[in-house]
């Protein structure tokens, strides 16, 4: 059964990947944003190509050997909507958002398409008015710091454990255009002496409770807190884990919820 590969590049990056597959044919998706398919042999030397490009920073992914699998491939890779003018995809996906954020997960977690993680940046797209900082704890792939950035935050830093994750959120940083404001760190939360005007989470809730009090010393004044990655049974413990913030109506996607709210300072 033949393969397939499917890269994405810019126009510095076309001939380092044609060195490796050979001459292309290349599709303009949108602002030096390009990609092309190429037919290979089989599946197995697909996958050892995309291992190939990716070990070389590039984004690449293995398409669907026969058309009985396309449906399900074109599915898994369409954008994700965020409020009425952006959308979050690979950077091999077309989208016509007006707000385009491109997102390769690497060896990090999040693609922005978990119900989580839409959670909050529904919440980022609507609440950002411009030139806020943003603290992005559990950052992952880098997803809500990049977007938040792309949606009009002045700067975001974005915190996690995970050192490869780390790499490709500075790689998501880079490949949207804002990596002269977003940093990305593995120090802890309880070395961050910054204040955020936002401060979002998406992580197991018993580690939202255990980083509570140094999520909350996080938030500027008039700030807001996003939690997100609990389910409805957990909502009740997280919010007496920060009793001292005003939180809003529980937000729900697919049996996921988030948390928004600010400090009481009564």
Same mark, same amino acid.
């Given at each position: 059964?033949?393969?397939?590969?499917? *890269? &994405?590049? #810019?126009?510095? +990056?076309?001939?380092? %990947?044609?060195?490796? $597959? /050979?001459? =292309?044919?290349?599709?303009?998706?949108?602002?030096?944003?390009?990609?092309?398919?190429?037919?290979?042999?089989?599946?197995?030397?697909?996958?050892?190509?995309?291992?190939?490009?990716?070990?070389?920073?590039?984004?690449?992914?293995?398409?669907?050997?026969?058309?009985?699998?396309?449906?399900?491939?074109?599915?898994?890779?369409?954008?994700?909507?965020?409020?009425?003018?952006?959308?979050?995809?690979?950077?091999? *996906? &077309?989208? #016509?958002?007006? +707000?385009?954020?491109? %997102?390769?997960?690497? $060896? /990090?977690? =999040?693609?922005?398409?978990?119900?989580?993680?839409?959670?909050?940046?529904?919440?980022?797209?609507?609440?950002?008015?411009?030139?806020?900082?943003?603290?992005?704890?559990?950052?992952?792939?880098?997803?809500?710091?990049?977007?938040?950035?792309?949606?009009?935050?002045?700067?975001?830093?974005?915190?996690?454990?995970?050192?490869?994750?780390?790499?490709?959120?500075?790689?998501?940083?880079?490949?949207?255009?804002?990596?002269?404001?977003?940093?990305?760190?593995?120090?802890?939360?309880?070395?961050?002496?910054?204040?955020?005007?936002?401060?979002?989470?998406?992580?197991?809730?018993?580690?939202?409770?255990?980083?509570?009090?140094?999520?909350?010393?996080?938030?500027?004044?008039?700030?807001?807190?996003?939690?997100?990655?609990?389910?409805?049974?957990?909502?009740?413990?997280?919010?007496?884990?920060?009793?001292?913030?005003?939180?809003?109506?529980?937000?729900?996607?697919?049996?996921?919820?988030?948390?928004?709210?600010?400090?009481?300072?009564?």
């Amino acid at each position: 059964m033949s393969g397939s590969v499917v *890269v &994405a590049a #810019d126009s510095a +990056t076309r001939l380092d %990947i044609e060195k490796i $597959l /050979g001459p =292309g044919v290349w599709t303009l998706l949108r602002i030096d944003r390009w990609v092309a398919k190429y037919e290979v042999e089989s599946e197995e030397v697909a996958r050892s190509l995309v291992a190939e490009l990716r070990s070389n920073g590039h984004s690449a992914v293995a398409g669907p050997p026969d058309s009985g699998r396309a449906v399900a491939w074109n599915n898994w890779n369409r954008p994700t909507p965020v409020g009425t003018t952006a959308e979050v995809c690979f950077p091999w *996906v &077309a989208s #016509d958002a007006e +707000t385009v954020v491109e %997102i390769d997960p690497g $060896l /990090g977690f =999040g693609a922005g398409d978990h119900p989580s993680t839409r959670l909050l940046l529904e919440e980022l797209a609507a609440r950002i008015k411009g030139g806020e900082s943003v603290l992005d704890v559990g950052c992952g792939s880098g997803v809500l710091a990049v977007a938040s950035v792309c949606f009009g935050a002045g700067n975001a830093f974005g915190l996690d454990v995970n050192e490869a994750g780390l790499l490709a959120a500075q790689a998501n940083a880079r490949r949207n255009g804002v990596a002269d404001r977003v940093q990305f760190s593995s120090i802890q939360l309880s070395d961050v002496k910054d204040k955020y005007d936002v401060v979002v989470a998406n992580i197991h809730d018993e580690i939202l409770r255990r980083l509570a009090g140094d999520l909350i010393a996080c938030i500027a004044p008039g700030g807001w807190l996003g939690l997100s990655g609990v389910s409805p049974g957990q909502v009740s413990r997280l919010r007496s884990a920060f009793s001292n913030i005003d939180f809003e109506d529980v937000r729900e996607m697919q049996e996921w919820n988030a948390l928004i709210g600010q400090v009481n300072i009564e």
